[in-house]
């Protein structure tokens, strides 16, 4: 792999996925510059989910390459491509809703450590974990809620908490598919200043529809519509496009 190509943690060629004769995804060429949030957008039903889950080895590609850090991982599995160090969020909450807070950033910290899967152990070991699980709920403002059950929190901050773990596990490339659904207005400023953060020394791949988000994170955008890259970009570039708006509303500036 020659310099120009390890500027680039993830690549995929050709990308497509097939469903009894329907392209969800078709022909889907994609660079992810190291060190950068890059977002894939387009309108409802664009592909962009199967993208992720493709992407992650959730699902197994009918055509096309995808390369992470210059090594193959199509046909690997989601826990072996984690382990690699690209780790991802889900569009759907999922935290461990009888663990508080606190343990549940434990877990996802646990996951480095040599208790790794040692669930049967003494939960006081993991006590060392306290101060950086603390650091990170303080990052988001979650602090208030440590010692509280993770299925007592309201829908936006089981999202907020859903994000530090991912977080917690510091992979190389984090996905995030929709970080800001579900949240109130004034949690949606603190999760980009985290996202802004622990993006420094690593890359961010992000499903969003929050334009403003987009706008204001992203150095690159790539547009999905019906399944295919439509434009590809900086957000000013791709947001006067005319074939990204048609897409979008029909005519109204994206």
Known sequence: MNKNEDDYILQAKGLSKQFRGFYAVKGVDLRVRRHTIHALIGPNGAGKTTCFNLLTTFLKPTEGTIV?????????????????????SFQISAVFSQMTV?????????????????????????????????????????????????????????????????????PELILLDEPMAGLGHEDIEPVMQMIQRVAKGRTVLMVEHNMKVIAELCDQVTVLQSGQVLAEGTYAQVSTDPR???????GAHV
């Open 68 to 88: 992470f850090n210059g090594r193959h991982i199509e046909k690997s599995d989601p826990a072996s491509v984690a382990d690699s160090g690209l780790v991802r």
């Open 102 to 170: 606190l343990e549940n950033v434990r877990v996802a910290l646990q996951r480095k450590t040599r208790w790794n899967y040692a669930f049967w152990r003494n939960q006081n070991v993991l006590h060392v974990l306290d101060d950086r699980a603390r650091e990170l709920l303080d990052m988001v403002g979650l602090t208030r809620w440590a010692d509280a059950p993770a299925g007592d929190l309201s829908y936006g901050r089981k999202r907020v908490l859903e994000l530090v773990t991912t977080i917690a596990l510091e």
């Open 244 to 250: 990204v708006i048609e897409a979008y509303v029909g």
